[in-house]
T-cell receptor, first 111, second 114 residues
Framework: GENVEQHPSTLSVQEGDSAVIKCTYS??????FPWYKQELGKRPQLIID???NVGEKKDQRIAVTLNKTAKHFSLHITETQPEDSAVYFC??????????WGAGTKLIIKP | GAGVSQTPSNKVTEKGKYVELRCDPI?????LYWYRQSLGQGPEFLIY????????DSGLPNDRFFAVRPEGSVSTLKIQRTERGDSAMYLC????????????FGPGTRLLVL
């Protein structure tokens, strides 16, 4: 089955700098890769997703890139702001109709 | 419109007791998922419904866990003979169909087994 690994587990960046979170997956049949943001005590919320027929997708300060050959995808946040502080999860949709999640990255934005 | 709702928001029970956790998905969403999330970890898949039937229950940890969705809308996750290790946040999510796409999460039920 699918296995998703996410790095780093904690990321601390200066406000205004960029943050990059990386994930790898194992199932080459996976075709959908969402990123969720979870603030403390709250539900996960989708921030961006990418499908396997696309290499990059942008939405304002957030972008996701996908390398199908290498089986890895990354989240890029530019011009980080205090409200970006949260735990970010990557996930991959496997062939069993399950969403397999990474372990999460705690993003800390330093003022 | 109304999002996914879950009740209760918190549940404290004693070891060995039976609990029911309820999920009310977004109206019209045919796919419904249950996850369990422990502190510092990502959501762990438990079970997925497409309509009324459990399409995949491979994530249920053992036979103490059971879930139903009798009318294809509201779902109930049932845990028998609770154990301290069952303590976690239980999240429900729904999506318009079984196709890969956005899952909309409820606020979760935090279960504490004493």
């Amino acid at each position: 089955g699918e296995n998703v690994e996410q790095h780093p587990s904690t990321l601390s960046v200066q406000e205004g700098d960029s943050a990059v979170i990386k994930c790898t997956y194992s199932d080459s049949a996976s075709n959908y890769f969402p990123w969720y943001k979870q603030e403390l005590g709250k539900r996960p919320q989708l921030i961006i997703d990418i499908r396997s027929n696309v290499g990059e997708k942008k939405d304002q300060r957030i972008a996701v890139t996908l390398n199908k050959t290498a089986k890895h995808f990354s989240l890029h946040i530019t011009e980080t702001q205090p409200e970006d502080s949260a735990v970010y999860f990557c996930a991959a949709w496997d062939s069993n109709y399950q969403l397999i999640w990474g372990a999460g990255t705690k993003l800390i934005i330093k003022p | 419109g109304a999002g996914v709702s879950q009740t209760p928001s918190n549940k404290v029970t004693e070891k060995g007791k039976y609990v029911e956790l309820r999920c009310d998905p977004i109206s019209g969403h045919t796919a419904l998922y249950w996850y369990r999330q422990s502190l510092g970890q990502g959501p762990e898949f438990l079970i997925y419904f497409q309509g009324t039937g459990a399409a995949d229950d491979s994530g249920l940890p053992n036979d103490r866990f059971f879930a139903v969705r009798p009318e294809g809308s509201v779902s109930t996750l049932k845990i028998q003979r609770t154990e301290r290790g069952d303590s976690a946040m239980y999240l429900c999510a729904s999506s318009p169909s079984a196709a890969p796409g956005t899952q909309y999460f409820g606020p979760g039920t935090r279960l504490l087994v004493l």
